[in-house]
């Protein structure tokens, strides 16, 4: 399990919002076809990343007492 409060985790976010800002931007110039497709893709699993916390928050299971 990832701990999202260690500063691990908080230079890896770090570092991936700034890889997402350089992709966005870059992906805003006259690209070919095949390097937008990479950005797109790139910008993809930056967010990906990004969303873990949000994921395994959504993969805890609440059990009932019932």
């Given at each position: 399990m990832i701990d999202f409060s260690s500063p691990a985790w908080h230079q890896i976010k770090k570092y991936a919002q700034q890889e997402l800002e350089r992709a966005r931007i870059a992906n805003d110039a006259q690209?070919?076809?095949?390097?937008?497709?990479?950005?797109?893709?790139?910008?993809?699993?930056?967010?990906?990343?990004?969303?873990?916390?949000?994921?395994?928050r959504r993969a805890v299971v609440v059990e009932s007492d019932l």
């Open positions: 690209l070919s076809e095949a390097h937008t497709a990479a950005l797109r893709g790139e910008i993809k699993a930056l967010k990906k990343l990004l969303d873990l916390p949000n994921q395994a």
